[in-house]
């Protein structure tokens, strides 16, 4: 079972790819793409099959058919990582099956278990062609022509986060109504159960010149709503059209003035980095959503020193007032880690404790996972699986409430619903409120792409149902 309880899962995903293929459909190369982990790998993912689309491959999702093959992985806990493994036992059969028929098939890692691990990948699973790190994915193609060439396998972790987006094709066009927009990777923070700033090296701001044109085209091919990535976002400081330094509020109103874009989100933030310039966006800006993903990690301030945190839990709480205070509307979910080495039951409880009091909306949790490499993989006191079990059983069940709470509050209130796709049902649509929940509406097809107030009249474990109102 996944450990995470969300509004939002992300979480291994298959992108379904789009084919943009140049060659002919029948001589077109095929790709599958397996995307594991946070919504950066997926936008990653992409961002390397527009590369590839451009160079004739087309999208595949059956395993079989793929000449190529990339595993786009994630290193953040054990499970994650595993999962690759076993992913690739699987394609190695399939590889070879694909061999004794004469075709040759390319299997690539990449992504933060990439560069974690390295050349071990090609020891421990010899199917492996190409492991290339998160910074070095616009490299594939050339990649792949000189493992063909080569006939040998070859690793590819160098950071050089410029040279990546400065390479990249354009944005192919859109055929979605949202997307994601990495404009920060990397982390300095240093908490110390996290591999993030091993993985992804250390803080990096995309310039403000880069982003808007990359938001721009994402608009024109009908994006009404973008999603600012990064691991640490709201540490963002990115160069802009005039030589000053933007923070993330600055880009935030930038981009609010594009024409036809109606709502912004930003994801993922650390406490220590919510300044007063982008509370007041909250305040302010019409198109940022009243939406707040803001990592606490746990309640009792001995584990959030021990963890790094540069917080505790009171300063959280009361970082939380001071946003509410300037935007009464906000909606805030959180990570929170269980079972942080020498984590007692009473510091358990005072996570409880904070998690009630902020009234969160939703959240993902997890168990803490020893990574290799990280200060807290080496702290004494590790709890015991079945102790971390039964916290993080305790604590999605409260998660799970507060989340239900939170929808039945929603319930006879009218809420801009942005429509994004057709629902299972002939004439029912699919949208996202303000937020982050999908509601489901009978609604006309010309809705697609459209905010449309609807009147929440009920809901489920994960959506709400509602009608639309007249505008
Ligand atoms: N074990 C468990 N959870 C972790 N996270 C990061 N590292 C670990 C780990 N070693 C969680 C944190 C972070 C989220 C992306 O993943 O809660 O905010
Ligand atoms: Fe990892 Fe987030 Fe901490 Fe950075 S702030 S080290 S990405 S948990």
């Known amino acids: 079972m996944d450990d995470r309880l969300t509004t939002d899962a992300t979480s291994d995903q298959d992108v379904a790819v789009a084919a943009h293929a140049g060659a002919g459909a029948s001589r077109a190369r095929k790709v599958y793409v397996r995307t594991f982990g946070c919504q950066m790998n997926v936008y990653d993912s992409e961002r390397m099959t527009e590369a590839l689309s451009a160079q004739g491959y087309a999208g595949t999702d059956a395993l079989e058919d793929a000449d190529l093959v990339i595993l786009n992985t994630c290193h953040i806990r054990e499970k994650a990582a595993d999962k690759v493994y076993s992913d690739l036992g699987r394609i190695r059969q399939v590889k070879d099956a694909r061999a004794e028929a004469g075709s040759d098939t390319v299997v690539a890692v990449v992504g933060c278990v990439a560069q974690a691990e390295g050349s071990e990948i090609l020891r421990r699973a010899p199917a492996v062609d190409l492991v290339v790190g998160p910074q070095s994915y616009h490299r594939l193609p050339e990649l792949i022509a000189r493992t063909r060439a080569e006939n040998r396998p070859l690793v590819e972790t160098e950071f050089s986060e410029e040279e990546k987006f400065a390479q990249l094709p354009a944005r192919a066009p859109s055929r979605s109504v949202t997307a994601f927009l990495t404009v920060q990777e990397g982390c300095d923070k240093f908490c110390t159960f996290c591999v993030v700033p091993y993985t992804r090296g250390m803080e990096y701001s995309r310039a403000v010149a880069d982003v808007e044109r990359e938001a721009r085209s994402l608009v024109a091919s009908g994006v009404r709503e973008l999603t600012l990535l990064g691991q640490n976002v709201n540490g963002y400081h990115g160069v802009g059209p005039d030589g000053r330094t933007y923070s993330l509020a600055d880009l935030i109103r930038h981009l609010a003035q594009i024409d036809g874009l109606e709502r912004l989100r930003y994801t993922t933030s650390h406490p ?168 489901h509406a009978e609604a006309p097809a010309n809705m697609l792409g459209r905010l449309v107030p609807v009147e929440i009249s009920s809901f489920g474990p994960n959506s709400l149902a509602g009608v639309i109102r007249p505008e």
């Open 272 to 439: 220590r980095d919510m300044s007063d310039d982008l509370i007041a966006a909250h305040a302010g800006e019409k198109k940022l959503m009243p939406y707040l993903h803001l990592p606490f990690q746990s309640g009792a301030d001995r584990i959030l020193a021990a963890m790094n945190r540069k917080h505790t839990a009171r300063e959280y709480v009361d970082l939380v007032s001071r946003i509410r205070a300037a935007q009464p509307d906000l909606t805030l979910s959180t990570d929170i880690i269980v079972g942080f080495p020498g984590e007692t039951d009473e510091e358990f409880e005072e996570t409880l404790a904070v998690f009630a009091e902020v009234g969160f909306a939703a959240a993902y949790s997890f168990k803490y996972s020893p990574r290799p490499g990280t200060p807290a993989e080496k702290l004494g006191d590790q709890i015991a699986e079945d102790v971390k079990s039964e916290r993080l059983a305790r604590l999605q069940r409260q998660i799970e409430r507060q989340q239900k709470e939170f929808a039945a509050r929603c319930v006879g209130r009218t809420l801009p619903v942005l429509f994004e796709k057709q629902g299972r049902r002939p004439g029912q649509l699919i949208g996202r409120s303000p937020y982050l929940q999908s509601v």
